[in-house]
């Protein structure tokens, strides 16, 4: 793994930054297993999630890191796609403290991602495109439930190193009664592959070429990509695992590449029988949900 040397300060993002040049705009219809929410409530979240925007700050340097630290020298982690399983969390981070559900205002889900880790665990499958892992991104009126734990700052150095690929964001995430949190968290956000390769690999192709070229990836961040298959899975049963609440909030706010299909249209479209599919042995912890 390459060092990571970033070296611009932490700054406000402006609620027009977003992550791809598709434009965000919230589905208008609710999720199927909830009643309508009036046009009060939608004014209300609507609200909540421009100032919960207005709040994200871009992690560009490892200091930026140390200024989220609390007063015990731990630092908040969002979790959204793998890390709404305790047990997937724990398997990275075994030192874990405080796991729990939060809401995050402001950001959906998008299988729009290139996985290397995919092809390295024999689950990609490239013909079909079925090799995306999850992001997010900047989405006014969208909000998603995530998990938020946290780890020893001694930690911070491997957890940039093994998200190499994302922009990283400071966010303030809230109970699911809609208080805001103390301490900032970080979440992993959409990145671009220009700034990867300019900024994380420096500009040298044998940098890129050791993260995604091996693999046969010169895209990283696409549109037309569809999810791995376990991995999908594995995310639908982790949310199915933290109640109703975080499951339907994981199939109605959770998209494909296109922004437009929900995976609990894809599960029930072309996406179907995924959930009935076995991971191989060796793969059954770590996607088991």
């Known amino acids: ?41 939608r004014r209300q979240d609507r609200r909540r999630s421009i100032e919960a925007m207005s709040q994200v700050m871009e992690l560009e340097d490892e200091s930026d890191f140390e200024k989220l630290l609390s007063s015990d020298n731990r630092i908040s982690i969002t979790g959204f796609g793998s890390l709404l399983s305790e047990r997937s969390a724990r398997s990275t981070f075994p030192d874990l403290e405080n796991f729990r559900i939060a809401k995050l205002q402001g950001f959906r889900r998008v299988f729009a991602h290139s996985a290397p880790i995919f092809f390295e665990r024999g689950i990609a499958n490239p013909e079909t495109k079925e090799i995306s892992s999850l992001s ?17 700052s001694s930690e911070i150095p491997a957890f940039i190193g093994r998200e190499l690929e994302f922009r990283f964001l400071a966010v303030v995430p809230e109970t699911l009664e809609g208080k805001p949190y103390t301490n900032s968290a970080v979440l992993c956000g959409r990145y671009s592959d220009e700034e990867f390769f300019q900024i994380r690999c420096k500009g040298n192709k044998g940098i890129y070429f050791q993260h995604y070229g091996r693999f046969k990836i010169d895209k990283i961040w696409r549109d037309d990509i569809l ?4 991995y999908l899975r594995h995310c639908v049963l982790a949310a199915k695992n933290l109640g109703d609440e975080a499951y339907n909030n994981f199939l109605d706010h959770t998209f494909l590449g296109d922004r ?30």
Not at 136 to 152: A, D, N, Q, R
Not at 227 to 230: G, H, V
């Open 1 to 41: 793994m390459i060092a990571l040397s970033l070296s611009v300060s932490l700054t406000s993002l402006p609620f027009s930054f977003a992550f791809s040049s598709t434009p965000c705009k919230s589905r208008a219809s609710p999720p199927r297993s909830t009643v309508s929410l009036s046009s009060s409530r």
């Open 136 to 152: 997010v991104e900047p989405c006014e009126g969208e909000s998603l439930v995530v998990t938020v734990f946290e780890i020893k």
């Open 227 to 230: 999810p791995c298959r376990l």
């Open 260 to 289: 437009k299909t929900t995976i609990r249209e894809y599960l029930s479209s072309t996406g179907s029988g995924i959930m009935e599919e076995e991971p191989p042995e060796a793969l059954k912890s770590r996607y088991g949900g």
